[in-house]
Structure formats: structure tokens, C-alpha cells
T-cell receptor, first 113, second 110 residues
Framework: NAGVTQTPKFQVLKTGQSMTLQCAQD?????MSWYRQDPGMGLRLIHYSVGAGITDQGEVPNGYNVSRSTTEDFPLRLLSAAPSQTSVYFC????????????FGQGTRLTVV | QKEVEQDPGPLSVPEGAIVSLNCTYS??????FMWYRQYSRKGPELLMYTYSSGNKEDGRFTAQVDKSSKYISLFIRDSQPSDSATYLCAYHTGGFKTIFGAGTRLFVKA
């Protein structure tokens, strides 16, 4: 099993560009989420999904869109990149009724110039 | 007040030392308490989780929860250089919005 796979691993964007961060899991988990990790801030929840077709906002959703058309995939879209979105982005998935044991991807390091 | 407070460190200890990592939280609704380990340039991985107050042991790791004081700890016995990583505490209320601490960087010197 690959677990949670994120692509790309690194990306540099210019201000105003858009892009999609990909996340796929092969564990048949219902719950998936996106976090950003900034120095001194810990992981902050951007968006999450409790199943295909169901998404909701987390703590810092502005500037990001998500959709969940399949159980396996949960892409994160940056609509118009800003330097404040420079961060490391992690996708996670978990099974069961809560997020107690989340499996994380390896992360995408995004720089917006 | 932040929901979760965690000393960022870095914490440097010699090999074989007992390490104590701590977090405090403000939301009394938190019911699930987790510790994640994150190696440099990797994603976090779950070490342990607990549901209630008390201790939980797994090998060299012990998680301790004191809900009355809103305080959780992770103890690492016989620390090894391979334990060098950032340790993140995390909480949620039973649903899917997990709150993470900022992480404590630990260095174990051989």
C-alpha cells in the first residue's frame, strides 16, 4: 500500500497563478483533510471531507477550494496564489468515526513569489 | 489564548536520558489526545493516543493526561538518536477538527 500520496513535492508559483495540489489515498478511508504547516504555528486545518461529495471548512479556508468526487482523491486548489500561502501542505486521511489516527502524506512545499 | 500551548524547544538531551514533552490546552471539551512524531521534511506519524485521564504506555513511550489541569505529557525512556524529531501534541472533541500544537523539536545526542 502506498498510503497517502501527495503531488507535487515542491512547487514555485508566481503571485496570482492558480494550481491544484493532488492527494490520493489507497486505504479506503472516508475522512480526508488538508493542513498547512508554518513555523511556530503548527498544523492548521484548511478543509476536510467526511466522504465523497461532502466537504467543509477548517480553520483557514480562505483562498482554497476543495472537492471530493471519489473516496480516493481530495485535491486542493489555490485560486489566486499569494505570498501568504507559502507553506508546507499536508494531506491526511483516517478511518472510523473520528480523526484520532490520521495518516499523513509527505507534504508539498509551496513557495509563492 | 491559544487552544494549545507547546514549548517549541529545541530540547537537547544525551542518549539514554528520559525526555519529558508537555502541552497545555484550554478547551475542556477535548476528549481525544494524540502525540505525533515528525521527522525533518516528512509528514507527521501517530505515536500514541488516549481518550481519558491517566497513563498509557507503549514500549519506551508513555502518554499522560491530566484533564483536571488540562495538561498532557509524553515521556520517552532510554532516548535514542533516532528519536530526534519534532513532537506534536494534538486534540479533538470526538469529531474531525483536530487541533495541533506547534511542536517541540527534540535532539538526542549520541
Amino acid at each position: 500500500n502506498a498510503g497517502v500520496t501527495q503531488t507535487p513535492k515542491f512547487q514555485v508559483l508566481k503571485t496570482g497563478q492558480s494550481m491544484t495540489l493532488q492527494c490520493a489515498q489507497d486505504m479506503n478511508h472516508e475522512y480526508m483533510s488538508w493542513y498547512r504547516q508554518d513555523p511556530g504555528m503548527g498544523l492548521r486545518l484548511i478543509h476536510y471531507s467526511v466522504g465523497a461529495g461532502i466537504t467543509d471548512q477548517g480553520e483557514v479556508p480562505n483562498g482554497y477550494n476543495v472537492s471530493r468526487s471519489t473516496t480516493e482523491d481530495f485535491p486542493l486548489r489555490l485560486l489566486s496564489a499569494a505570498p501568504s500561502q507559502t507553506s508546507v501542505y499536508f494531506c491526511a486521511s483516517s478511518s472510523g468515526q473520528s480523526d484520532t489516527e490520521a495518516f499523513f502524506g509527505q507534504g508539498t512545499r509551496l513557495t509563492v513569489v | 489564548q491559544k487552544e494549545v500551548e507547546q514549548d517549541p524547544g529545541p530540547l537537547s538531551v544525551p542518549e539514554g536520558a528520559i525526555v519529558s514533552l508537555n502541552c497545555t490546552y484550554s478547551n475542556s471539551a477535548f476528549q481525544y489526545f494524540m502525540w505525533y512524531r515528525q521527522y525533518s521534511r516528512k509528514g507527521p506519524e501517530l505515536l500514541m493516543y488516549t481518550y481519558s485521564s491517566g497513563n498509557k504506555e507503549d514500549g519506551r513511550f508513555t502518554a499522560q493526561v491530566d484533564k483536571s489541569s488540562k495538561y498532557i505529557s509524553l515521556f520517552i525512556r532510554d532516548s535514542q538518536p533516532s528519536d530526534s524529531a519534532t513532537y506534536l501534541c494534538a486534540y479533538h472533541t470526538g469529531g474531525f477538527k483536530t487541533i495541533f500544537g506547534a511542536g517541540t523539536r527534540l535532539f538526542v545526542k549520541a
